[in-house]
């Protein structure tokens, strides 16, 4: 007998931002199998729809959203589409964001505003937005994705990025605070070395290099990351806030 899916996220319902691949689109799944309502959120309609009906025809509940989270009024509205659809937002996962190699030469006053504007600007409208509704609701779970090198910095990316997740850790922690009392939680998670579409930079000599230098002794995938995913947004996180967890197969240990 195979064994019974859990359903944590029963009359939950569930954003999550860059949902059309890798890691956003593997926590909607997994979300979505475990009995939460997804609204998942990207700017490539192609991806959207493919995972919507992949999750309907799943039998689970999804509405996609084209949104642009460096859009105040785009994250507004989607929102409130939210709203509109399913009455309530219980899970915030704010996984949209933009990584580009490059020396710190090649990083151009285009490059820096683009960066901060996905990575730093879209959660922050995002956990701005969702606010009122978590604190009436006294309920909520948000998930930042940082990075490994928001805490040790990075020798591989334009350094902006490394900003940009910096400042993650930081909001995280300051959300936290102040939307404690309301039953809201914060947490974010600092990946290292998964092998997703923003990974395509890293040739199989590097990967192979990383992995060796890994102790569990491989790279992480997309269902490691949507474990911890699943268990910051679930109850049985409830007393952990403030966090940022590093999951990256004990690289980097702090």
């Known amino acids: 007998m195979a064994p019974?899916?859990?359903?944590?996220?029963?009359?939950k319902v569930a954003i999550i931002t860059g949902a059309g691949q890798g890691m956003g689109k593997q926590v909607a799944l997994d979300l979505s199998a475990e009995g939460a309502k997804v609204v998942v959120i990207d700017i490539v309609s192609e991806l959207l729809n493919e995972v919507q009906s992949e999750i309907e025809n799943s039998g689970g509940k999804c509405i996609s959203v084209i949104c642009d989270v460096t859009s105040r009024k785009q994250v507004d509205e989607m929102i409130q589409k939210t709203i509109d659809t399913y009455g309530r937002v219980d899970i915030l996962i704010n996984n949209a964001g933009l990584l580009i190699p490059g020396t710190i030469e090649e990083t151009s006053d285009e490059l820096i505003d683009k960066t901060l504007d996905i990575n730093v600007k879209g959660v922050l409208y995002a956990i701005r937005a969702v606010t009122p509704i978590m604190k009436k609701q006294r309920y909520g779970r948000i998930v930042n994705v940082s990075s490994i090198t928001g805490k040790r910095g990075d020798n591989s990316t334009i350094f902006v990025y490394g900003a940009s997740k910096g400042a993650v850790i930081s909001l995280t922690k300051s959300a936290a605070r102040q939307l404690g009392p309301f039953g809201i939680t914060v947490n974010a998670i600092a990946p290292h070395a998964v092998m997703t579409s923003l990974m395509s930079y890293w040739d199989e000599e590097k990967k192979r290099k990383a992995a060796e230098?890994?102790?569990?002794?491989?790279?992480?995938?997309?269902k490691d990351i949507s474990y911890l995913m699943m268990f910051l947004a679930s109850d049985e996180s409830s007393y952990i806030t403030g966090e940022t967890i590093n999951i990256n197969g004990g690289y980097y240990m702090d």
């Not at 019974?4 to 009359?11: A, L």
């Not at 230098?213 to 997309?222: C, D, E």
């Open 4 to 11: 019974r899916v859990q359903k944590r996220f029963e009359n």
């Open 213 to 222: 230098q890994i102790p569990v002794k491989r790279l992480g995938t997309v």
